[in-house]
T-cell receptor, first 114, second 114 residues
Framework: AQSVTQPDIHITVSEGASLELRCNYS??????LFWYVQSPGQGLQLLLK??????LVQGIKGFEAEFKRSQSSFNLRKPSVHWSDAAEYFC????????????FGTGTRLTVIP | NAGVTQTPKFQVLKTGQSMTLQCAQD?????MYWYRQDPGMGLRLIYY???????DKGEVPNGYNVSRLNKREFSLRLESAAPSQTSVYFC?????????????FGPGTRLTVL
């Protein structure tokens, strides 16, 4: 079945530490890939997106993500986490050419400890 | 420029009651979407409107109806609310019907059905 998997429900990191959030997808064709962030009580905000080309994409707030076709993964990274990064992070996929329905993973909640 | 606005922010209904969730965007976007967010399930698409005058079912349309009132507004109606519809509802808009475009989300409506 087609799916977007975020295997980590909750991650806790210390402020200043590096971060990697995992995302795997199982759509056959090369999908378009997105990472969104949701702060408490807020809507979702786009961090970055990948369509084609360079497999390492830069986003806002110092985040980057790497697309690995062989692993069907699109992991989100940040070299040094700030307390304000505490939020929920969603990976999303737009799998069908010509359509733009997003399919979301179940999210990873990030806690940052001082 | 308010972006995507949703009303109300919170609502409590009794089983069988009806209500309409309102969504408006001021970005002159063509496409609009309604999602629901449930714990552990990420966001799921209820209905979408690729352009003014068109609406289509998403992943979980049962129990809902939508109206694309004009280019700015896209409402979601629950005709006979059920406890299973307790959720957080997000509206989103997008400039064009294209996978490359970005979806912008409203702040959400938290609905409880007793």
């Amino acid at each position: 079945a087609q799916s977007v998997t975020q295997p980590d429900i909750h991650i806790t990191v210390s402020e200043g530490a590096s971060l990697e959030l995992r995302c795997n997808y199982s759509y056959g064709a090369t999908p378009y890939l997105f990472w969104y962030v949701q702060s408490p009580g807020q809507g979702l905000q786009l961090l970055l997106k990948y369509f084609s080309g360079d497999t390492l994409v830069q986003g806002i707030k110092g985040f980057e993500a790497e697309f690995k076709r062989s692993q069907s993964s699109f992991n989100l990274r940040k070299p040094s986490v700030h307390w304000s990064d505490a939020a929920e992070y969603f990976c999303a996929v737009a799998p069908d050419p010509g359509a733009n329905n997003l399919f979301f993973g179940t999210g990873t909640r990030l806690t940052v400890i001082p | 420029n308010a972006g995507v606005t949703q009303t109300p922010k919170f609502q409590v209904l009794k089983t069988g009651q009806s209500m309409t969730l309102q969504c408006a965007q001021d970005m002159n976007h063509n496409s609009m979407y309604w999602y629901r967010q449930d714990p552990g399930m990420g966001l799921r698409l209820i209905y979408y409107s690729a352009s003014e005058g068109t609406t289509d079912k998403g992943e979980v349309p049962n129990g809902y109806n939508v109206s694309r009132l004009n280019k700015r507004e896209f409402s979601l109606r629950l005709e006979s609310a059920a406890p299973s519809q307790t959720s957080v509802y997000f509206c989103a808009s997008q400039g064009t019907w294209s996978r490359t475009d970005t979806q912008y989300f409203g702040p959400g409506t938290r609905l409880t059905v007793l």
